[in-house]
């Protein structure tokens, strides 16, 4: 079982849909800095990546967290991605697209996928949910770089579907791949919550689904106003299972 903070951090916000009014059976979750973390960072890796290759930066780190899932939809493999975002990002920054390339080739030498930590009580929360809920992770992301994460976490028995969005599905914040969820897992948007830390592709997506969405923020800041407004915020993932578990 999955001890829980005495202190508790959850807020809960009149969601743009109807809230849940029945009792909730299925959990699905987003994958990165949500239920883990990579422990070099992409500002880290970006540097290294640039140093190898000799060269001032190209971009900034924001901007390929930005334009991932853009490029996501059309890749095959981790590598195919940054090569197509990192030379895209060179042009558009009037720089050889080669040098992009170039960077994009050492980033994947030093990116180690399975180089990931969960966050505090992320796998003790997914266990005692997997008692009497069914499970769903849909993650933004090619295979090959997701695979390796959830099985580094040793995870992936808790899932009762796994989805990577953006490759076999489109990408969040599409509703495709969380209605595809729902349906295999015989689930209701009512019954239904979505846990995920980013509001454009998580907090969205849940809810052009009709889902009620769970925002994992653990850096809010006191007073913050997200927009779009999530059914509940949490700074912890064992805080979902307050809401999960809470009466209607």
Request: with cysteine.
């Amino acid at each position: 079982m999955c001890s829980r903070s005495t202190t508790s951090k959850i807020t809960s916000e009149p969601p743009q849909h109807s809230s849940v009014t029945q009792e909730i059976t299925t959990v699905l979750f987003d994958l990165d800095d949500t239920l883990c973390e990579y422990r070099q960072t992409v500002a880290d890796v970006l540097e290294i990546a640039h140093e190898d290759v000799g060269i001032e930066p190209l971009f900034e780190p924001a901007e390929y967290v930005a334009r991932y899932d853009e490029f996501a939809e059309n890749a095959d493999s981790s590598e195919q991605l940054r090569q197509e975002c990192f030379s895209t990002l060179a042009a558009e920054h009037d720089r050889d697209p080669a040098l992009g390339r170039a960077v994009a080739a050492a980033y994947s030498r030093e990116r180690d996928q399975t180089d990931v930590r969960p966050f505090p009580g992320a796998i003790e929360t997914l266990e005692t949910l997997s008692d009497s809920h069914s499970l769903g992770l849909i993650t933004n992301g090619v295979p090959d770089a997701q695979r390796p994460k959830l099985d580094t976490l040793d995870i992936n028995a808790y899932f009762d579907i796994v989805l990577f969005a953006g490759s076999e599905l489109p990408a969040k914040p599409a509703r495709a791949a969380f209605d595809h969820a729902l349906d295999h897992l015989g689930a209701t948007p009512s019954k239904s919550v979505h846990v995920g830390n980013s509001l454009k592709s998580d907090v969205v997506g849940a809810q052009r689904a009709g889902i009620d969405a769970i925002w994992f923020a653990p850096r809010q800041h006191a007073g913050s106003n997200p927009d779009p407004r999530p059914a509940y915020t949490v700074e912890s993932i064992p805080e979902v299972l307050d809401v999960v578990e809470s009466p209607s």
